[in-house]
């Protein structure tokens, strides 16, 4: 697979509560317990912004700005421009803007021509940005830990908060309870930044992005299976451990026929 | 025994309230700049501007400066800024805490008071009490100043108070009106510029957002602040007072650009 990072490490202008463990050594970790499992080879290739064409006029009309609505951001400001020059520029991606997953998954995809990537190459981009969908059943646009097309992408900061916390949690955050006055029990039920789950979790992704690419299919049924395409916090947390098994029977033995196995 | 106060009489203390308005007044019916919003990034943007020696005036529709910065989360009189915004806490002589590292605590009433106070003593002057009505456009819609009124006016039924506003012109105009964004609005009355609306979804990490895009956002208009929330449809943030102050300085500079 060809892992396309974007987020060589670059001092945010506000630090996220507490230090931030840099993004690479989570994707390294990640990378290493994924290859454990499957013996695929990760090429790195640099940050696909920059590869690609026109890219700060079309990401700033590719921002959400209504939850509500489908429409994206057709007539951005040249502020916005500006500020996605400057990100094309550094490779500085990350700085809380939300994009439409697809719609940017196409875009990106320019910038793989541009780098002639072909199809068995197996791309992934790996962003600090936020992505959502637009959800045609409740009408809204929801954040989402990876889009499965061509590229894959894969949004870190998706991962902490795209699939929901416990209810609780938002119980106590209506109340006016600052996220650092969580009870440690309740915290402990869903990730946050820095939290050492945080490669494991993501090398259960990049094993959905492997198995998109082998069978069109990235999810599970099986709420064990790291192939779980969890909604949830706990979900996730659940899905994305060692016990009882790294995935399931199924997806076990589709790995083992094309002789990879699982080491971890 | 003598009296402890001089001895004046109140016609005397009339003429000196009148006599210091008017004189004052006089002066900022022309500005270099007209920050509409006295909030943490409005008097952050004016205390840079007027200590570059700009002529700066804040108008405020309360009769308090300040906006939010007093109170903090949760009515709890402390404000928290990320790394970098302890800079500008520094900088301000704003007495502050480490929570843990990159989060810095500080007494919201004590911390307000000093950019209130930095800000006087840089030079900007305050209408409070004043309520941004609409803006004065210029050749090709150019912003050139506001039209503002008393705020007691505003409270009041139309069909008692015909109280025309007045119009005070600038080189440059500053929306730091918070969430209502009430310039950028006007504008979008008047069919010159569209806003994006506050329609974002929630996430962490929205705070770099607020001071990247603040700049200007039509000839002579610059928005700082939660009003460029509403201008550019960010996502939503909790309170930020970091951001707060680094867009008011960001705003200045861009203003500074343009002067
Ligand atoms: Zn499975």
């Known amino acids: 697979m060809m892992l396309f990072p974007c987020l060589w490490p670059r001092r945010w202008l506000f630090s996220q509560k507490g230090h931030l463990r840099p993004s690479q050594e989570v994707i390294r970790e990640a990378v290493s317990i994924f290859t454990s499992w499957t013996g695929e080879e990760m090429r790195e290739g640099e940050c696909l912004y920059r590869a690609t064409p026109g890219a700060a006029e079309d990401l700033a009309g590719l921002r959400v700005i209504n939850l509500d609505s489908p429409a994206l951001n057709e007539n951005p400001f040249p502020i916005e421009i500006a500020f996605e020059r400057r990100r094309r520029e550094d490779c500085q991606c990350g700085k809380g803007a939300v994009y439409a997953g697809i719609h940017l998954a196409a875009l990106l995809s320019k910038g793989l021509s541009a780098r002639r990537v072909l199809w068995g190459d197996k791309p992934l981009f790996i962003t600090r940005d936020y992505i959502a969908t637009f959800d045609r059943d409740d009408l809204r646009w929801h954040l989402r830990y990876g889009v499965f097309s061509f590229p894959v992408l894969i949004s870190l900061p998706g991962i902490i908060e795209a699939p929901a916390r416990p209810r609780e949690y938002y119980l106590l955050r209506s109340q006016g309870i600052p996220d650092a006055m969580m009870p440690d029990s309740l915290r402990d039920r869903y990730l946050t930044v820095n939290d050492p789950r945080l490669p494991r979790v993501l090398a259960g992704i990049l094993l959905q992005a492997f198995f998109y690419y082998q069978s069109g299919d990235p999810f599970c049924p099986d709420p064990f299976c790291s192939l779980y395409h969890a909604h949830w916090q706990e979900e996730l947390l659940r899905s994305q451990r060692d016990e009882p098994y790294i995935v399931c029977l199924r997806h076990r033995q589709a790995l083992e026929k094309e002789e990879r196995w699982l080491r971890g | ?259």
Not at chain 2, 24 to 53: N, Q, Y
Not at chain 2, 59 to 73: P, S
Not at chain 2, 84 to 90: A, D, F, N
């Open chain 2, 1 to 259: 025994m003598g009296e402890i106060f001089a001895k004046v009489s109140e016609k005397d203390i009339t003429r000196a309230i009148v006599g210091g308005f008017i004189r004052e007044f006089e002066k900022f019916v022309e500005s270099d700049v007209i920050i509409v919003g006295g909030g943490p990034a409005g008097l952050m943007a004016g205390r840079e501007l007027a200590t570059k020696g700009k002529r700066t005036l804040i108008v405020e529709r309360n009769n308090y400066l300040g906006g939010g910065f007093w109170i903090g989360g949760f009515l709890m009189n402390k404000i928290t800024v990320r790394h970098p915004g302890e800079e500008v806490l520094k900088e301000l002589g704003i007495p502050f805490e480490q929570a843990r590292e990159g989060l810095f605590v500080a007494d919201g009433p004590h911390a307000c008071a000093r950019l209130i106070a930095s800000a006087c003593d840089a030079g900007v002057k305050i209408l409070n009490m004043t309520v941004f009505e609409d803006v004065v456009l210029r050749e090709n819609n150019r912003v050139g100043g506001a039209v503002v009124n008393w705020t007691p006016v505003e409270a009041l039924p139309r069909q008692i108070t015909c109280v025309d506003p007045i119009a005070l012109e600038a080189t440059m105009v500053v929306d730091a009106t918070g969430h209502d964004a009430s310039v950028v609005r006007k504008m979008e009355e008047r069919g010159v510029l569209k806003t994006k609306g506050f329609g974002g979804m929630w996430v962490e990490r929205s705070e770099d957002l607020v001071v990247e895009y603040t700049g200007e956002v039509h000839p002579g208009l610059v928005v700082c602040g939660m009003a460029t929330a509403t201008t550019f449809g960010l996502p939503r943030m909790g309170p930020t007072f970091g951001a707060m102050l680094l867009s008011g300085r960001r705003a200045a500079e861009e203003v500074l650009k343009k002067l």
